[in-house]
């Protein structure tokens, strides 16, 4: 009995998994990765060229090992993006209205301590913190557990201290001297340029 018909349908098989394999779709990982390889390094011509979204380049990237500067709400936080950044790392999270009350009184926890060292950078951390949270929280459909966060951020931001009476910290004092000794130097300039300079410095807050 011949065989060459079972032969021709096995080697039939075998040609449409070989053509299936070649056609196998790259995904926008891949794309990614082998672009930021060959020198494609900006994050927003990588998006485009891929039809992404800059936060998943720059999180493809970082996951791949090949960039460690890059941050916006979805970066996760076991990525540091400062001295501050392994308080919260891995300890915040959304997925009930238990785990959001938890991490709200973890990061009231380390503002309050920051408050009473007196380290507004910290302080800022934790509040940008929350609010990553809250924005996290509500943009995926999880409306009460963003309201926890929401109403943390309110109540800090309500009793923030506006009047500009309290003491500066040391960048400020740093930024004070460097103005005084601009001042220092500038004295020998005329009426009308000190005028001018002032002119100058409203204008360009009216478009801030």
Do not use: C
Not at 159 to 171: F, H, I, M, Q, V
């Amino acid at each position: 009995m011949s065989t060459k018909p079972k032969q021709g349908k096995q080697e039939q098989a075998s040609g449409g998994g070989g053509s299936e394999r070649r056609a196998r779709r790259v995904s926008k990982k891949e794309q990614i990765i082998a672009l930021y390889v060959s020198g494609m390094n900006e994050v927003e011509d990588l998006a485009m060229i891929t039809g992404s979204r800059p936060s998943y380049v720059g999180s493809v990237l970082q996951e791949a090992g090949l960039i460690s500067s890059y941050f916006d709400l979805y970066t996760s936080s076991s990525h540091p993006m400062n001295v501050y950044s392994k308080f919260f790392a891995g300890k915040l999270g959304f997925k009930d209205e238990a785990a959001a009350r938890e991490s709200a009184e973890l990061i009231d926890k380390l503002y309050g301590q920051f408050e009473f060292a007196g380290d507004r950078a910290g302080q800022h951390h934790a509040l940008m913190m929350a609010l990553v949270m809250f924005d996290r929280a509500r943009w995926t459909g999880k409306g009460r557990e963003a309201d926890i966060f929401r109403r943390w951020l309110t109540l800090r931001l309500e009793e923030a201290d506006l009047t500009g009476d309290s003491e500066t910290d040391e960048g400020d004092n740093e930024g004070n001297d460097d103005r005084r000794e601009d001042s220092d130097e500038g004295r020998a300039g005329s009426d009308g340029s000190h005028a001018e300079r002032v002119g100058e410095l409203s204008d360009a807050e009216s478009e801030l």
